[in-house]
């Protein structure tokens, strides 16, 4: 079992930057963890995940460029740095993590694809 808690959300001016992270503890290693988002009457959408072996990552287009996936190894900790905040990127923000690695054929998108799932951080982005 792993368990993920997400921190660093919050309000922040439309412009702005945060940087979200999630700790990952337990007995299984995660082999890869990303990030999802869930806006108000909103599907969970996908944002970035990384293959902690090989280092690869994949990013939402929606995302891209703005936000950066990135991990310390030591501290079992991910982190998202999002930057140039818009009011449309206000939404509860998730930490997920799956025990095998993921690639460009894992589906890395879609919710089933991870096994584990922090509770999420609220970030509000105010125009």
């Known amino acids: 079992q792993v368990q993920l808690v997400e921190s660093g959300g919050g309000l922040v001016q439309a412009g702005g930057s945060l940087r979200l992270s999630c700790a990952a503890s337990?007995?299984?290693?995660?082999?890869?963890m990303g990030w999802f988002r869930q806006a108000p009457g909103k599907e969970r959408d996908f944002l970035a995940v990384?293959?902690?072996?090989?280092?690869?990552?994949y990013y939402a287009d929606s995302v891209k460029g703005r936000f950066t996936i990135s991990e310390d190894a030591a501290k079992n900790r991910v982190y998202l740095q999002m930057n140039s905040l818009k009011a449309e990127d206000t939404a509860v923000y998730y930490c997920a993590a799956r025990a095998r690695p993921i690639f460009a054929y894992s589906n890395y998108g879609r919710r089933e694809a991870y096994d584990y799932w922090g509770q999420g951080t609220q970030v509000t982005v105010s125009s």
């Open positions: 990384m293959n902690r072996s090989s280092g690869t990552i």
């Open positions: 337990g007995r299984t290693f995660s082999a890869s």
